[in-house]
């Protein structure tokens, strides 16, 4: 069975980091691309940062350019995001989801969350002081 599954959420004080990890089971990353989302209340769910199944290409969003950064370990099938100088409107649960139409070794960068079919559940980034 097909599953994401996310951690690394949690409080954290201004210009702190955080990694978050997204373990996926039941299927192989070189045939899936995979993306971090996020959404804050009242607010729209926004994509952050991809990586295409290939591994050779990731995307930042601009609102993260410079302070977040995607990878991936294909041994432990599990992709992270590093998350550097956090600020207080960062606040949002993060979702890692999976776009299974890109095929294998691909360099395609899925953007749209209507994309993807599988997600996490979800965690809870918070920075405060």
């Known amino acids: 069975q097909l599953q994401l599954v996310e951690s690394g959420g949690g409080l954290v004080q201004p210009g702190g980091s955080l990694r978050l990890s997204c373990a996926a089971s039941?299927?192989?990353?070189?045939?899936?691309?995979i993306g971090w989302f996020r959404q804050a209340p009242g607010k729209e769910r926004e994509g952050i940062s991809v990586?295409?199944?290939?591994?050779?290409?990731?995307t930042n969003a601009d609102s993260v350019k410079g302070r977040f950064a995607i990878s991936r370990d294909r041994a432990e099938n599990t992709v992270y995001l590093q998350m550097n100088s956090l600020q207080p409107e960062d606040t949002a649960v993060y979702y890692c989801?999976?776009?299974?139409?890109?095929?294998?070794?691909?360099?395609?960068?899925?953007?749209?969350?209507?994309?993807?079919?599988?997600w996490g559940q979800g965690t809870q980034v918070t920075v405060s002081s």
């Open positions: 990586i295409t199944s290939s591994g050779r290409i990731t």
């Open positions: 989801a999976a776009d299974d139409s890109v095929g294998y070794y691909s360099d395609y960068v899925p953007r749209h969350p209507s994309e993807y079919n599988y």
């Open positions: 039941g299927f192989s990353m070189d045939y899936f691309a």
